[in-house]
């Protein structure tokens, strides 16, 4: 009994501490990842195009690696190149580091001592070794089971391997995470990836972040209810809130929200927050596209994924080549070649013109209308005056980017499966 009270007290303490830190909702900004360096406005349209390349490319792979029956055996292909970076710290005593934060996957990770192979990265390297909250996660634990590929030899190993070759090899524990600049919050007791064999790169990073649908993401783990994120514009420094729980709430009549639809195959696209998109008005035409375009097929290809780590929303090419060419004939300009920054459609912007009328968009969502505005439409490189739609076309699933969500404060309700969103002014959230 002596022995058999300190740890159920001890459990009691953990528990509380869990349910008060998260209680009063987290706050934490995100960096543009780009938003660091001093880019041009040309620079940061490339970037922001070959990176949404990149990570559209995986995406995709996933879809048809999980089509191939020949590759049943693979592991799930994950995704890494994201668009936002946070900072948290991680252990006791705490250290810092910067993680990419990514809805399209589940793994918390970190580069991890002693290193088998690590990648350079911009802050220490964490040891486990030197934090007093580390702790190995044994094999039979919820967490382990729920990694897509582990091993048990004897701790919990995983390996999570992205579409370019990249990956991050380890074994799972739990350390304490500290979120949060202004008023930092601590939770223990939170599954993470030690990786001890990383290869690959992340940009100015040293782990990952999950918020995907998966028990492995940080929300997930958090029991939270809900979040939310507001992007500020294109190419503005300031930093962009990500709230989770409480702090995700919306005060305004304005919200509109739709329902997520869940991919009924197994990780990584069952991590996904997939959408329902019934249709798209350009101006004051309602394109006419099959709505099987946008659906979800059974086997699990197809539909559109709202995301944070892609840039240029890539909408299927049966419903990007109508929405182009209604968009084309709808704006008062001249078509002129964007191939040199990657795009489809670009029009030239004649000297001394101050204002060119751009159609009103609507994406159809299954119950909410979401209206784009013009500068979540177009951008401008103002060196080769060129107007150009911010959009690209794809095969295989359309993947709603975060360049179409600027200035909207977008809400995931994790309990009543819904997306709700409100134009917001975010650099004022
Ligand atoms: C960024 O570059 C612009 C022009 O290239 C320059 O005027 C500005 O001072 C630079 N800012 C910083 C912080 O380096
Ligand atoms: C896991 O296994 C250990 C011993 O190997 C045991 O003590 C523990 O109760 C098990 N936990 C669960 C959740 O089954
Ligand atoms: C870690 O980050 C916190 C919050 O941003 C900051 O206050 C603290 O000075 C940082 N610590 C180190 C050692 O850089
Ligand atoms: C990393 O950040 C530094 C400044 O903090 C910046 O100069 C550099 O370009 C960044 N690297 C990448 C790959 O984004
Ligand atoms: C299109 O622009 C030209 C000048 O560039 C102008 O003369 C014409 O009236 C405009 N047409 C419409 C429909 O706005
Ligand atoms: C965006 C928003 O309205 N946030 C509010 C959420 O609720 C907290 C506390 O109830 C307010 O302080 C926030 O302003």
């Given at each position: ?123 220490p390297l964490y040891n486990p070794s030197k ?198 004939s709808q704006v008062n300009l001249s078509v ?94």
């Open positions: 009994m002596a022995q058999i009270l300190p740890l159920f007290v001890l459990l009691l303490l953990r528990l509380a501490l869990l349910a008060m830190s998260t209680r009063d909702g987290i706050r934490i900004e995100l960096a543009y990842i780009d938003s660091k360096s001093n880019f041009t406005t040309t620079e940061l349209i490339r970037r922001a195009v070959d990176r949404s390349t990149v990570r559209t490319g995986r995406l995709l792979s996933q879809i048809a690696s999980s089509h191939s029956s020949t590759d049943n055996v693979n592991s799930p292909v994950h995704v890494s190149t994201a668009s936002y970076l946070m900072e948290l710290a991680i252990g006791t005593p705490a250290l810092n580091f910067t993680a990419i934060v990514d809805t399209g996957s589940d793994l918390i990770w970190t580069q991890c001592q002693p290193c088998v192979k690590c990648f350079p990265q911009p802050s934090s007093s909250t580390f702790s190995k996660i044994q094999c039979n634990s919820t967490l382990c089971q729920a990694l897509p590929r582990s091993s048990c030899s004897p701790d919990c190993k995983y390996l999570y391997t992205y579409g370019d070759g990249s990956s991050t090899q380890g074994y799972l524990a739990t350390e304490t995470f500290t979120f949060g600049s202004t008023s930092p919050v601590s939770v223990p007791g939170i599954g993470f990836g030690c990786g001890t064999q990383n290869i690959g790169t992340t940009d100015n990073s040293s782990g990952l972040v999950g918020l995907g649908r998966g028990p492995l993401s940080l929300v997930s783990q958090l029991g939270i209810s809900k979040f939310s994120y507001c992007f500020t514009s294109f190419g503005d420094p300031t930093t962009s809130p990500l709230l989770l729980g409480s702090l995700a709430n919306f005060s305004g009549a304005a919200t509109k929200s739709t329902k997520f639809v869940k991919n009924p195959t197994a990780d990584p696209m069952s991590s996904f927050y997939y959408l329902s998109l019934q249709g798209i008005t350009v101006g004051k035409k309602l394109l006419s596209i099959p709505p099987s375009v946008f659906q979800l097929n059974q086997h699990g290809s197809g539909g559109l994924i709202i995301d944070s780590g892609t840039t240029i929303t890539a909408l299927e090419e049966m419903a990007f080549i109508p929405f182009m060419l209604a968009f084309r002129a070649d964007g191939s040199s920054l990657g795009l489809k459609l670009c029009f030239s912007v004649p000297a001394g013109l101050t204002a060119v009328e751009i159609p009103k968009v609507i994406f159809h969502f299954d119950g909410a209308d979401m209206e784009l505005p013009p500068e979540n439409l177009m951008v401008e490189d103002p060196t080769a005056r060129l107007l150009c739609l911010f959009m690209v076309g794809t095969r295989g699933m359309s993947i709603f980017g975060n360049f179409q969500q600027q200035n909207m404060h977008i809400l995931y309700d994790l309990d009543k499966e819904v997306l709700k969103f409100e134009p917001t002014q975010c650099n004022k959230l």
